[in-house]
């Protein structure tokens, strides 16, 4: 897929480290010009300037998802750095409280959803006319193998992650013979700099895949890159799960 994003404009949320990170070097590698947004600012500076030492072309713009205006305000900042916008990748997620349902409380609750649904929900909301008005391209939402199983004493990250599927399914109806594709990919078990090297976490996590080994962000990645590219213009609506094999148990 070398160069299948030159001269285009992509906004990646949650870049400032793991997942969106990976995301965002692989569509700046492959011609993007990325909006790398993250609410830790000087995460998501160091990414951009990583991928400029590349030769590459990125911005950093600190975002809180959750809130609404500063969602309108990553899709307005990607047009007037980047002249319009072409993909959109929301990753940004937390996880939440580990707790059982009814040591959650209230505001928890609605700070997982906030993040993990209304994030999407808004993002979308300025994505899509955005994206339209550019002549079409795509999305791909981040959801989670946790969209299609149970985790116990993470009611809310796993309640966000199916919506996250639901909603993908919608739009992508909605806006189907209007030039933007919207898909999702579902990670399963992914190393993240504070699990690297640590075996003791990692090793009965990585038992539970088919394969018997943690995923690399970059493996996401791929996934996101090519949903989005040309290669995938027949896709829309749909998810590709990267676990391993965790959902063959």
Not at 242 to 247: C, E, M, Q, S
């Amino acid at each position: 897929m070398s160069k299948s994003f030159e001269g285009k404009v992509a906004v990646v949320t949650g870049a400032g480290g793991g997942i969106g990170e990976a995301v965002a070097h692989d569509l700046a590698l492959n011609g993007a010009c990325v909006l790398v947004v993250d609410v830790n600012g000087a995460n998501a500076d160091s990414v951009a300037r990583s991928i400029r030492e590349q030769g590459r072309e990125a911005v950093a713009f600190c975002a809180d998802v959750s809130v609404l205006e500063q969602s309108q305000a990553v899709v307005e900042r990607a047009g007037q750095v980047f002249g319009a916008l072409h993909y959109a990748v929301n990753n940004a997620g937390i996880s939440g409280r580990f707790d059982a349902l009814d040591g959650v409380d209230v505001d928890e609750w609605r700070k997982v959803m906030g993040v993990n649904l209304d994030g999407v929900f808004f993002g979308m909301k300025f994505q899509l006319p955005a994206i339209e008005n550019a002549g079409g391209g795509a999305i791909v939402n981040i959801a989670s193998i946790y969209a299609h199983l149970g985790l116990r004493r993470l009611d809310a990250y796993t309640a966000s992650k199916h919506a996250v599927l639901g909603l993908t399914r919608s739009v992508a109806i909605e806006y189907a013979t209007r030039g933007v594709r919207v898909n999702a990919v579902s990670p399963g078990p992914i190393l993240t700099p504070l699990t690297r090297g640590a075996k003791e976490q990692t090793d009965p996590i990585a038992a539970l895949t088919a394969m018997k080994r943690m995923g690399e962000p970059v493996e996401i990645a791929k996934a996101v890159s090519f949903l989005l590219s040309p290669d995938a213009s027949f896709i829309t609506g749909t998810e590709i799960v990267v676990d391993g094999g965790v959902l063959l148990s």
